[in-house]
């Protein structure tokens, strides 16, 4: 039998915003951003009280469908604890449907709203590899997910089939001198929506030109940047999604014209360019203001944390 959380524990998770993929490590490659999602929980003596401020508020659902929630019964179980009742409280700053990783920031700040309820009590934590291989069982890929858990830039993979696949993620050092350009825009896509326009089979000319440029874009990343351009080309998915978010492909191909490393950020339709120089052209500039996109330089996201906190009251101030 799980053993019981005391009613009146609270902690706190704060994670963040990711960008998968990067051109051609499809599924793969992985960088977090500093723009971060916080979580509070508390143990109750029974129910379930959400409430969401800020990204999806008024949008999601209220009730123990939201993925918050699944995430932080799955953490539950996983540490073999319970909680008869529970209030969640989520502040996003990450923006819902735009390739910014909100769903694996939503599941990996749950789970590490667990460790940090967990924390205060005799049992043990998750540790960083489950909270990797718990998040990533949400997608059926890692590359958000571990980014979310582990901060920086990571490349992680797959190993064995369904059912019971295993995720793992390695941090890599990203170079200093790169600078990160995420361009937001208004409009919303669905990661499910994009997916299917992608081929069921690809040549083997176009397998093996990914393969180079993901090896290529690890090099580009960690050691020599001057490499980003030709790094970050893909042919496995970018021009498949293209017709389907074409703002976003003009301004891809605007910056690239500059020589500024600039990609999907996961399924789009927000950008991410990777430059060494420290602004980005006038003319992309001004086609991103023209289009709805808010384009602002960005550090790498640190890892999800979490802490206990005094207990929350009711009118979501802490007490």
Same mark, same amino acid.
């Given at each position: 039998?799980?053993?019981?959380?005391?009613?009146?524990?609270?902690?706190r998770?704060s994670?963040?915003?990711?960008?998968?993929?990067?051109?051609?490590?499809?599924?793969?490659?992985?960088?977090?951003?500093?723009?971060?999602?916080?979580?509070d929980?508390?143990?109750?003596e029974?129910?379930?009280?959400?409430?969401?401020?800020?990204?999806?508020?008024?949008?999601?659902?209220?009730?123990?469908?939201?993925?918050?929630?699944?995430?932080?019964?799955?953490g539950?179980?996983?540490?073999?604890?319970?909680?008869?009742?529970?209030?969640v409280?989520?502040?996003?700053?990450?923006?819902?449907?735009?390739?910014?990783?909100?769903?694996?920031?939503? +599941?990996?700040?749950?789970?590490?709203?667990?460790?940090?309820?967990?924390?205060?009590?005799?049992?043990?934590?998750?540790?960083?590899?489950?909270?990797?291989?718990?998040?990533?069982?949400?997608?059926?890929?890692?590359?958000?997910?571990?980014?979310?858990?582990?901060?920086?830039?990571? +490349?992680s993979?797959?190993?064995?089939?369904?059912?019971?696949?295993?995720?793992?993620?390695?941090?890599?050092?990203?170079?200093?001198?790169?600078?990160?350009?995420?361009?937001?825009?208004?409009?919303?896509?669905?990661?499910?929506?994009?997916?299917?326009?992608?081929?069921?089979?690809?040549?083997?000319?176009?397998?093996?030109?990914?393969?180079?440029?993901?090896?290529?874009?690890?090099?580009?990343?960690?050691?020599r940047?001057?490499?980003?351009?030709?790094?970050?080309?893909?042919?496995?998915?970018?021009?498949?999604?293209?017709?389907?978010?074409?703002?976003?492909?003009?301004?891809?191909?605007?910056?690239?014209?500059?020589?500024?490393?600039?990609?999907?950020?996961?399924?789009?339709?927000?950008?991410?360019?990777?430059?060494?120089?420290?602004?980005?052209?006038?003319?992309?500039?001004?086609?991103a203001?023209?289009?709805?996109?808010a384009?602002?330089?960005?550090?790498?996201?640190?890892?999800?944390?979490?802490?206990?906190?005094?207990?929350?009251?009711?009118?979501?101030?802490?007490?």
């Open positions: 039998m799980p053993e019981h959380l005391p009613v009146g524990l609270a902690a998770a994670v963040a915003a990711s960008s998968a993929n990067l051109g051609p490590g499809f599924d793969s490659l992985g960088l977090a951003l500093d723009l971060y999602d916080e979580i929980v508390e143990t109750t029974s129910g379930l009280t959400i409430d969401v401020m800020g990204e999806g508020e008024g949008q999601v659902p209220l009730d123990s469908s939201h993925l918050v929630v699944r995430a932080i019964e799955h539950l179980r996983a540490a073999g604890v319970s909680a008869p009742g529970l209030i409280r989520c502040r996003n700053r990450i923006p819902h449907s735009r390739g910014l990783g909100s769903s694996a920031a939503a +599941v990996v700040g749950g789970l590490a709203a667990v460790n940090g309820l967990v924390a205060q009590t005799d049992s043990a934590t998750l540790s960083r590899d489950e909270l990797v291989q718990l998040s990533s069982e949400f997608e059926g890929h890692p590359d958000n997910a571990s980014a979310a858990v582990l901060g920086g830039a990571v +490349v993979w797959t190993e064995g089939e369904a059912p019971s696949p295993r995720y793992s993620a390695a941090p890599l050092r990203l170079h200093p001198d790169i600078h990160l350009f995420p361009g937001i825009p208004q409009i919303r896509s669905s990661t499910a929506e994009t997916r299917v326009l992608l081929a069921d089979r690809v040549s083997h000319v176009d397998a093996r030109f990914n393969l180079s440029r993901a090896a290529l874009l690890v090099v580009a990343l960690t050691e940047p001057d490499l980003l351009m030709q790094a970050t080309e893909d042919r496995l998915h970018q021009p498949q999604r293209a017709p389907a978010m074409p703002a976003s492909a003009e301004y891809i191909a605007i910056l690239r014209r500059y020589d500024i490393a600039a990609v999907l950020s996961g399924a789009g339709p927000a950008v991410i360019a990777l430059t060494t120089e420290p602004r980005l052209p006038a003319e992309a500039l001004e086609f203001a023209a289009n709805g996109f384009v602002e330089e960005m550090t790498v996201g640190r890892p999800v944390t979490w802490a206990p906190i005094a207990s929350v009251s009711n009118d979501g101030r802490l007490g």
